[in-house]
């Protein structure tokens, strides 16, 4: 309890808007590229442009000890930041101020970092960090090790089957959609029921084979399979909540003679080979020293001649995590890098590259989706896991569907063989309409 004796914090002689405003403005350009509302009534700032709220002296200090992406989100998840009306076009307006100023280039120099520090000062925020919020990764552990992927995956996937029915199609489909057609009548559970048949096609899929879903989350591939044509799966996940979910539904469709979901990792499946194996953007989760090792388990549990179906982002340039954000609250640990790179791995464990399907824009409007069900669902979502959960979602979909929508990422069905001993790939000669 605060003794009510104690004197309180100096307000700031000059408002706080002013302060924050001042400091900004050196390091971004004039005028400012938002309008900025802080926690004493003042504000600062153009108008015409995005408002951003500053609820607390917290956000200011946040950004101070996080510099850029993660101070800004952690502000922003807590509520102590927060931006009006359109996030989605608030963050478009400040990229563009960006790109036009080239702002990405710029370095502060001393001068400016002597101003942020009397600015600091004034506001009365020179002070230890404070704790990070609670829907933050606290992953330990060796890297990539069985017990920690376990807990990486378990932050993500097991927060709540009925949180992520609300976002997904009934496919509970968790993967960039196939989108055949522009028709409004065309909804996401059409594009993942086409993506998850164009799978199928691709690995020639035929009643009585055998196949292995790596990383099968809540069961949509491995059920399509089995229910659309007749074969029998065994999915691997993680994810507790993931496999209790498959297991009932298989159960509902009376599927378990043909399906068998299994909570198991990628490097201990113990009854291969199969005739097919997919794996849909799973492989960004294992890590660049391990994805030798998964490769590896792609060729281990393929028959020759058998194809692999791997589906997986991609992104170049700095942060092949996806961003501090990302990094911090979504998925710890993730691992992308360009198609190439990881096209030689593949080949380089043994598999013969087939072909290569570009589906970037088919994410975008499947995060639009995702976005759109979100939002339709806002309040049951706070219900579920509180408000700062879903504000780690918003942020997520908002900035995820624009890093495919402007190239900063990509996804791609990659269609690889493991030839036999005489180089045979059991390819047709001719591409035909089953590979799409």
């Known amino acids: ?21 001042g400091v900004l403005e050196p390091l971004t350009g004039s005028p400012l590229p938002v309008r900025i509302e802080a926690w004493d009534g003042s504000s600062a700032g153009p108008s015409g442009v995005p408002v951003v709220e500053l609820a607390s002296p917290d956000a200011i200090l946040r950004m101070l000890w996080h510099p850029g992406e993660l101070g800004a989100a952690q502000a922003y998840v807590t509520g102590e930041l927060d931006v009006q009306g359109d996030l989605g076009a608030a963050l478009d307006h400040v990229w563009r101020v960006v790109h036009e100023r080239n702002l990405r280039a710029f370095r502060p120099h001393p001068r400016n970092l002597a101003r942020i520090a009397r600015a600091a000062r004034e506001l009365g925020v020179l002070r230890t960090a404070p704790e990070a919020p609670r829907s933050q990764a606290r992953i330990r552990g060796r890297l990539h090790s069985l017990r920690r992927d376990k807990r990486a995956i378990s932050h993500h996937y097991d927060l709540s089957n009925d949180f992520y029915s609300k976002i997904l199609d009934p496919h509970m489909a968790y993967s960039c959609g196939y989108w055949m057609s522009s028709d409004p009548s065309y909804t996401v559970e059409d594009a993942q029921r086409d993506k998850l048949d164009l799978v199928c096609r691709k690995l020639g899929l035929r009643e009585g084979m055998r196949v292995l879903d790596i990383g099968c989350g809540w ?51 113990p009854d291969g080979p199969f005739d097919a194996v997919a794996s849909l953007e799973m492989g960004e989760h294992v890590g660049q020293r391990n994805y030798p090792r998964y490769a590896q388990a792609l060729f281990e549990n393929v028959k020759p001649t058998g194809r692999v179906l791997i589906q997986q982002m991609s992104r170049c340039g700095r942060h092949p995590g996806g961003g501090p954000f990302i990094e911090s609250f979504i998925a710890p640990d993730m691992h992308m890098r360009p198609v190439g790179e990881t096209i030689g791995m593949l080949e380089e464990a043994g598999l013969e590259l087939r072909d290569v399907h570009a589906l970037r824009e088919h994410y975008v409007r499947t995060v639009d989706a995702w976005h759109q069900q979100f939002e339709a669902n806002w309040d049951e979502l706070c219900a579920m896991v509180g408000e700062e959960v879903a504000r780690v979602w918003r942020l997520y979909l908002v900035g995820g569907g624009r890093a495919f929508r402007d190239g900063r990422m990509g996804v791609d069905q990659l269609l690889l063989v493991r030839p036999d001993r005489s180089g045979g790939s059991g390819m047709p000669a001719v591409r035909g309409p089953a590979h799409g």
Do not use: C, N
Not at 1 to 21: G, K, Q, S, T, V
Not at 226 to 249: I, N
């Open 219 to 269: 069961g949509s591939l491995s059920i399509h399979a089995a229910d659309k044509f007749g074969v029998d799966v065994v999915g691997v996940t993680l994810s507790r909540e993931q496999k209790a979910f498959a297991d009932k539904r298989i159960a509902e469709i009376g599927l378990t003679d043909r399906v068998d979901i299994r909570l198991q990792d990628y490097r201990e499946i």
């Open 1 to 21: 309890m605060a003794d009510p004796e104690a004197p309180a914090d100096p307000l700031p002689a000059r408002p706080a808007a002013e302060i924050i405003a």
